[in-house]
């Protein structure tokens, strides 16, 4: 399956280019160098004697470099090319680009090398919807350099271009006249720095030197040992093996360290997602907790320390509420957009409860549980108090700013994306159901932590209470008797939202399905109408709203999937759990290992492969969390006091399963699952 764009990384540094390595302005799609969500280069465009080049193979194996082979003019069934270029390119907080051509003739001949170059300093925000800048961009030429800068009252940003060659240098780019002799090559090596500066005029990146330039082999040397602390696994299952070394790639590519507190976070997903998000974080870090448990700490200490603490309309805080997402653009630093940060989420703060609890389980760090108790305990206020918008004990969500916030505020954040049957929408606010299954979640953990790490038994006994009076009242109020199913959510009248989506599969994770109701909850999502062959749709086939290739309408998300697979594991639907696992790794096989953000919902009879959706981010933090989440689930990992509980249910057919050294508060153990074959099914019947 072709790539129409090419991307590297290196946290949220990252460059998106054309097959030919070149980068022309666009207000479509994220392509150029970005960092800190601003665009440094929005033209990038190499010729060689005024022709564009052509991309014979691209060599893009590691997440952090890439190289192009090309020729000049259009390739024809007979090529003789008698020269070649060969861009090799690297980013590590910089962009480093190596530029080779090499004379393939007898005789020596002389070539002008020109690269456009140039910088709209836009806004990731600003992509989509093309503004006019409100700063002023200059172009300063210097000696083999051409510095780029941009500035608007205190944001000043600026790309810093040099040639190791010497270049005629224009406002527009470089240009090299060569001669190369018979069979020979020149090149020369572009340096591309991204320079970010502080109110008081200090550049970002010489502060902080995780941020810096880095070389090639540092970012190699940090993601292997990122890839060797994690568990080893063996398996018969190749597409399991490869998804599961690149999930580790990925996940050490996406990890950047935080303007603010110079500690590493992973970023939700490139292109558009290069940045903390509070829920993508909290699910991520659940999934990766029982192979990369270091990871989880940062992102916890990050979040607590930016709690809500105010009542602020702009940004959608409240006291206790964890945020939804952070910025470090124009666009948020002048209050064009309120991500700075943004807390238009109902169910980060809910989760993040979940997280510290599911955290001291693995690992024993009771320590970091007593170190944010304040921080919990302002969570779980916030359910009860401004998370419950009617007073009814559920939890609701409306938007404080109807200008540039949120309206869904759920994981399902598309404004379409919460809908009856029939295809309308409910009026705000709106309480989902995982909302609900998240809430009654984070009160027994709360009852949990209160009673054991903070002395607070009194504390502990009523989240336990209001724990069970919500799964009471919940298995009473969203239930459709007529069709066997949770209502998608209760619009502000209380009446059922009657859609049937994938949000169900959420709700066996959290515990709060009544356990007569369960096996019917397994049945729809494992029906024809959520389940397509590859994995849950978000939405059923029958539904107004559904289509295959909607967002959050009929598409199938890798990270849904993964947390459902979990839930039906937990009720003891081992084997619906295990079809689901293996769908997406299946599924996987078709995207080289690297499960996309999300894909289209088309039935597998349709098709023999699942189908692209066109603007899903790849790599993304919680669909490369996916695959290690599967794992758990096949082996029946769950923590049990100062032991790990192994209880392995691989699907037959899959072979065998072996995962080595697994962290946790006991140290290291192994766990080895084997599925049951054919001829096993008959001897035990």
Known sequence: MMKPLVSILDGNTFLVSDRRGDIEPSYDFPTGLFSFDTRFLSTWLLTLDGERLHALSIDDAKSYRTRYFLVPGEPTHYLDAKVSVIRSRAIGGSLGEELTVLNHSEREMRFTLRM????????????????????????????????????????????????????????????????????????????????????????????????????????????????????????????????????????????????????????????????????????????????????????????????????????????????????????????????????????????????????????????????????????????????????????????????????????????????????????????????????YDAKLRGARMARLFWNDPAYADQLEREAALLKERFNRDFWIPERDYYALALDPEGRHVDALSSNIGHLLWSGIVDETRAERIAHHLLGPRLFSGWGVRTLATEQGRYNPVGYHVGTVWPFDNSFIAWGLARYGFREEAGRICESMLQASRYFDGRLPEAFAGYDRSLTEYPVQYPTACSPQAWSAGTPLLLLRVLLGLEPQGEHLIIDPAVPEGMGRVELLDIPGRWGTVDALGRSRTAQDNVRGS
């Not at 693995?362 to 302002?378: I, Y």
Request: proline residues 6%; negative net charge; charged residues 25%.
């Open 116 to 439: 456009d170059m140039g910088s709209d300093f836009a806004d990731l925000f600003e992509i989509k919807h093309q503004r006019r800048k409100k700063g002023a961009a200059i172009a300063v030429v210097g000696e083999n350099e051409l510095r780029l800068t941009y500035r608007r009252e205190a944001f000043h940003r600026e790309a810093v271009i040099t040639s190791t060659a010497p270049a005629q240098v224009d406002q527009g780019g470089m240009t090299w006249s060569v001669m190369i002799g018979p069979h020979q090559e020149w090149s020369t090596r572009l340096h591309v720095a991204t320079m970010i500066y502080g109110a008081r005029g200090e550049d970002f990146r010489a502060t902080t030197p995780l941020s810096g330039t880095r070389s090639p082999e540092a970012i190699r040397n940090e993601q292997q040992q990122l890839v060797d602390r994690a568990p080893k696994l063996g398996c018969d299952c190749e597409p399991l093996a490869g998804a599961y070394h690149q999930s580790l790639n990925d996940l050490g590519a996406l990890r950047y360290e935080s303007i603010a507190l110079g500690v590493r976070l992973l970023a939700a997903g490139l292109p558009w997602f290069m940045t903390l998000f509070g829920r993508d974080s909290i699910l991520t870090s659940l999934q990766v907790l029982p192979f990369l448990p270091e990871l989880v700490p940062p992102t916890i200490k990050m979040l607590a320390g930016l709690q809500g603490y105010r009542l602020d309309d702009f940004r959608d805080e409240e006291p206790g509420k964890i945020l939804h997402e952070l910025r470090y653009g124009e666009t948020a630093g002048f209050e064009e957009q309120p991500h700075s940060p943004y807390y238009g989420s109902a169910d980060s703060t809910p989760l993040f409860v979940i997280l510290l609890d599911e955290y001291e389980r693995w690992t024993g760090d009771d320590q970091l549980v007593r170190q944010l108790e304040f921080s919990a305990r302002a969570a779980l206020n916030w359910i009860d108090t401004y998370g419950d918008l009617l007073g009814t004990g559920y939890l609701w969500y409306q938007t404080r700013n109807p200008d540039t916030g949120l309206a869904n505020q759920c994981w399902k954040d598309s404004w379409d994306s919460i809908s009856y049957a029939d295809g309308r929408l409910p009026g705000f606010p709106r309480a989902t159901c995982e909302l609900q299954g998240y809430a």
